[in-house]
């Protein structure tokens, strides 16, 4: 079967990196989450201080980051590397989520990282997800979905994660989050967050890990 590359594209917290794993896992793709890149670049800034509304300062920044995912076999996961360092688990924590959308909004940071992504896309046999990877990043990819569910479900889920990670964490905060989130998201000048014209929906309100893998499949086998 001739490689693809498939995008999935959606809103915060609507289980796109697990569709996303669950569909490389399947086809024996390559499993890139370009949501990470951002937060690796967000986590880069915040270590050093960056100023995001300097453009001189974010250019040089950029210039300095060194970003790539590498096999981790005792977990079956790709996981990112900042400058050779593992950060998968640094790049989870909410202040990186806090300030995420607002670097992802800058210009130059975004056509640092769709560079990258299309380099990265080059063999096909991916899957990659984020906000706007079937509209800017491979916008004549064979397959595009783009997820969406309830805000309510939404937030439960985020919930669930972080309050793993930081027990501290409140489901106010994480509500708030995701609105704020959600509207940088769809409302910033470069690549905002939209539906391909071509891109399936995918809502997974109601829909188990296992019904919303076989939708996707189903439509993978239509192609």
């Given at each position: 079967m001739k490689r693809k590359i498939i995008t999935i594209d959606g809103w915060s917290s609507c289980g796109k990196s697990t569709l996303a794993k669950q569909m490389a896992k399947i086809l024996g793709y390559v499993y890139i989450d370009s949501g990470a890149m951002y937060r690796a670049i967000t986590l880069y800034f915040l270590r050093n201080s960056i100023d995001i509304t300097n453009n001189e300062m974010v250019e040089h920044a950029l210039q300095n980051i060194s970003i790539e995912f590498k096999h981790n076999a005792k977990s079956n996961q790709s996981e990112i590397l900042l400058n050779g360092e593992n950060v998968e688990y640094l790049i989870r924590d909410m202040i990186?989520?806090?300030?995420?959308?607002?670097?992802?909004?800058?210009?130059?940071?975004?056509?640092?990282?769709?560079?990258?992504?299309?380099?990265?896309?080059?063999?096909?046999?991916?899957?990659?997800?984020?906000?706007?990877?079937?509209?800017?990043?491979?916008?004549?990819?064979?397959?595009?979905?783009?997820?969406?569910?309830?805000?309510?479900?939404?937030?439960?889920?985020?919930?669930?994660?972080?309050?793993?990670?930081?027990?501290?964490?409140?489901?106010?905060?994480v509500k708030n989050n995701l609105e704020l989130r959600d509207y940088i998201d769809s409302n910033r000048e470069v690549s905002p967050l939209r539906k391909a014209d071509d891109a399936v929906i995918l809502d997974n309100t109601n829909l188990t890990m296992e019904e919303q893998l076989e939708f996707a499949m189903h439509l993978l086998d239509k192609k």
């Open positions: 990186i989520a806090e300030k995420v959308s607002d670097v992802a909004a800058i210009k130059e940071v975004r056509e640092f990282a769709v560079a990258q992504q299309q380099q990265l896309g080059k063999k096909k046999g991916i899957v990659m997800d984020g906000r706007d990877i079937g509209t800017t990043v491979f916008p004549k990819a064979e397959l595009k979905i783009f997820m969406t569910a309830d805000i309510t479900v939404r937030v439960e889920r985020r919930f669930k994660e972080m309050f793993e990670k930081n027990p501290n964490v409140t489901i106010e905060e």
